[in-house]
């Protein structure tokens, strides 16, 4: 009988310790829920602000370039013309602006979905090649 009555209190110390266990892992997942109720409440509330100033802070950015001669325009050889390059990150768009005799403008658009590749040179530190689709 006496093996009998260790046994029953083993097993009532065992039962007491999952039930212990039991408690301490609900108030731990509790803890939990709520840490991660705070983070998101205080997350959802930060964003707008972020995206709004995000939305400005790309303005269109403009550079006086001269376009380099490639082997098809050497017959084309003349004084270097001086262009304006307009980047508009937001719009996707870049813009190539020559001034002409008589304040007159001739240009040309190109969206992000025609622009292939840019390259930067490696041996010159202020070039930069672009490959148009087509």
């Keep these: 009988q006496t093996t009998g009555q260790s046994g029953e209190q083993e097993l009532e110390n065992l039962v007491l310790k ?3 266990l039991k408690d301490f892992l609900s108030s731990i997942e509790k803890k939990a829920l709520k840490a991660l109720q705070e983070m998101s409440s205080a997350t959802s509330a930060i964003p707008p602000q972020p ?5 400005k802070s790309i303005p269109v950015q403009t550079f ?3 376009l380099d ?3 098809g ?3 084309k050889i003349g004084k270097s013309q001086k262009y304006t390059l307009s980047v508009d990150v937001e719009g996707g768009k870049l813009v190539v602006l020559k001034k002409q005799k008589d304040s007159q403008e001739d240009w040309n658009t190109f969206t992000h979905d025609k622009i292939r590749q840019l390259i930067k040179s490696q041996r010159v530190q202020n070039k930069l090649g672009i490959v148009f689709e087509k």
């Design 73 to 75: 325009d050497l017959t």
């Design 51 to 55: 995206l709004s100033r995000k939305a």
């Design 18 to 20: 999952l039930s212990v």
């Design 69 to 71: 001669i490639t082997l």
């Design 64 to 66: 006086e370039v001269k």
